[in-house]
């Protein structure tokens, strides 16, 4: 089984930073895709940032320029640092792996439990 846990996350005034981390956890050889995603309250859930295997990553326009995927493959952690917050980052986080090679076999589309990031003054 694979499990992935977030943290990081807390309350910060705008124009602060945060650093979230997604750590992976199981018996598996290796993840293919990760992502963040966040669901502010009454919303849906959206894409944030995604980092490929190779290191490739994409961001949504909404925080281009202001946060920074990662991951350390030898670690089995994925990051996201935050910068220049605003309150509209405000939401639960969630980290995601799309494929995982395991002993037993594939996992697909794995989720994180979350961790809440609060923008305020």
């Known amino acids: 089984q694979v499990q992935l846990v977030e943290s990081g996350g807390g309350l910060v005034q705008p124009g602060g930073s945060l650093r979230l981390s997604c750590a992976a956890s199981?018996?598996?050889?290796?993840?293919?895709?990760m992502g963040w995603y966040r669901q502010a309250p009454g919303k849906q859930r959206e894409l944030v940032a995604v980092i490929t295997s190779g290191g490739s990553t994409s961001y949504a326009d909404a925080v281009k320029g202001r946060f920074t995927i990662s991951r350390d493959n030898a670690k089995n952690t994925m990051y996201l640092q935050m910068n220049n917050l605003k309150p509209e980052d405000t939401a639960v986080y969630y980290c995601n792996a799309d494929r995982v090679k395991a002993i037993m076999g594939w996992y697909f589309e794995i989720w994180g439990q979350g961790t809440l990031v609060t923008v305020s003054s």
């Open positions: 199981g018996s598996f050889f290796s993840i293919d895709d």
